[in-house]
């Protein structure tokens, strides 16, 4: 069992409608309120909020960058979008669990699909055991970056994870994770508290575990 180190993580999360919504003036001034709303929305300040539109029925966007320039909402005709980026450390992720959780609460309905992906650069103590862990990966002398990528079947989830572990292009001594799944909408209500569990249950499959976020 390799211990890893998280050094920077991002999730991506995307509520899929069954059909394409057409322009309802109704629904998106809901919609923008609840993103301005700092109860149970985004609290985002409402100059910050951009509506985009092309025609009357499907051509529109509402969207707004958050977390300065390192997060975005955006809701169009097929789907509702919610994504983060350069997360550091347990305050972070404690916001991000926090947005997740509002997100869901507002566009999750039990007709819905949610796709939910994540991703971290992570560090063990030092390189060689690094380079020792990823050598499991390697079946073949021609592979000259080893890694793995499967799907899982976890417990209490309720579908397949998929999950890719591999050595990082940006930096040489992390190995690059990331996780994929999708689940219906409507079991939001116990989801953001199981994504961290699930996840690091199918990183445990491949010998992995993590040291507290700091």
Do not use: C
Request: glycine share 6%.
């Amino acid at each position: 069992m390799i211990e890893l180190t998280i050094q920077v993580f991002g999730v991506a999360i995307e509520v899929i409608f069954p059909a394409p919504r057409i322009f309802s003036k109704e629904l998106i001034d809901s919609d923008a309120q609840w993103l301005t709303d700092s109860v149970s929305g985004l609290a985002v300040p409402p100059e910050q909020v951009r509506l985009r539109q092309v025609d009357v029925l499907f051509g529109y966007d509402l969207s707004v960058q958050l977390f300065g320039g390192n997060g975005h909402f955006s809701l169009d005709a097929q789907k509702a979008s919610f994504s983060a980026k350069n997360a550091r450390g347990r305050a972070d992720g404690e916001l991000v669990r926090q947005v997740v959780s509002r997100f869901l609460g507002h566009f999750a309905n039990e007709k819905f699909i949610v796709a939910l992906s994540a991703n971290a650069y992570a560090k063990a103590a030092n390189k060689a055991i690094q380079e020792e862990y990823v050598q499991r990966f390697r079946f073949d002398p021609r592979i000259t970056k080893p890694g793995a990528v499967g799907y899982l079947r976890l417990e209490g989830w309720p579908s397949d994870v998929r999950f890719i572990v591999e050595p990082s292009l940006e930096t040489v001594d992390s190995l690059f994770l990331a996780w994929t799944t999708r689940f219906p909408a409507g079991e939001f209500s116990e989801i953001p508290d199981k994504i961290v569990r699930v996840f690091e249950e199918a990183a445990a499959v491949y010998g992995m575990k993590f040291r507290p976020l700091a």
